[in-house]
């Protein structure tokens, strides 16, 4: 079984059909009362409502990991939206990754983080010393060695770790940079000693190829957060049966 791993942004999916109660229906459980006639509060309720809503249906097609990964956000905003999520996922099947924001992870004592390898590195070792989960971005078969050596100085149990590998296939997320492709993964994949999961481009019609270069799941981000909810419980079940 193939594991599955979405990646926030919540830019990505916009709903506008009508306006919404600002976060009541979010916190009761109903993510389809859409209320006409309401005004949005602002922009960003808008953006915090519509990427709840997504991350109700990836726990209900029993994603396996989540990333909140939003990058423009400063560590308040991140904060506050991180409370939402973890709240969602608490209970289920999903796991949810904080991701860059350390000082967030300790403010909910989530043990679960990603960084970005020269983030990490920026990190003090008695912080590090606490995720039971902690994955890192790598763009470089050469970065794995040196990897490997900081989480034996920092004293990282190396089953806590996997890595993100990318990006594979051209994704507009990376516009203007060449996709790494199929041969680096492969290559990342027989080297590396965690588990690897496959990011960029990935979608419904490429996903078996990352599968197959070795890669333990594949990273969702456009596609999880673009998908229409029937194309989207179909790819989780195909992937997590293969």
Request: one cysteine or more; hydrophobic letters at 35%.
């Amino acid at each position: 079984m193939s594991e599955i791993v979405c990646i926030t942004n919540r830019h990505l999916y916009k709903n506008k059909e009508g306006c919404i109660r600002l976060y009541g229906d979010i916190d009761s459980g109903d993510t389809h009362s859409i209320l006409k006639n309401t005004l949005y509060k602002s922009e960003e309720d808008i953006l915090t409502y519509n990427l709840l809503s997504r991350v109700r249906l990836w726990i209900k097609c029993r994603v396996d990991k989540i990333i909140l990964r939003e990058k423009d956000l400063e560590v308040s905003g991140y904060i506050e939206l991180a409370e939402k999520v973890l709240k969602l996922c608490k209970g289920t099947d999903t796991e949810c990754i904080l991701h860059n924001f350390a000082d967030a992870a300790a403010v909910f004592d989530c043990k679960r983080i990603h960084f970005p390898l020269d983030m990490l590195y920026r990190q003090p070792q008695s912080r590090l010393e606490g995720y039971e989960m902690m994955g890192v971005s790598l763009h470089s078969a050469d970065e794995i060695k040196d990897l490997e050596d900081y989480i034996n100085k920092v004293h990282i149990k190396k089953e806590n770790v996997y890595i993100n590998a990318g990006h594979i296939f051209e994704t507009k997320c990376k516009e203007g940079l060449s996709a790494r492709g199929v041969d680096f993964l492969r290559d990342i994949c027989e080297k590396s000693p965690w588990k690897v999961y496959a990011i960029g481009g990935i979608n419904k019609d490429n996903w078996k190829v990352a599968l197959d270069a070795g890669a333990y799941g594949v990273c969702l981000m456009s596609s999880a957060m673009q998908y229409e909810e029937n194309t989207f419980l179909k790819l989780c079940d195909d992937i997590h049966k293969y």
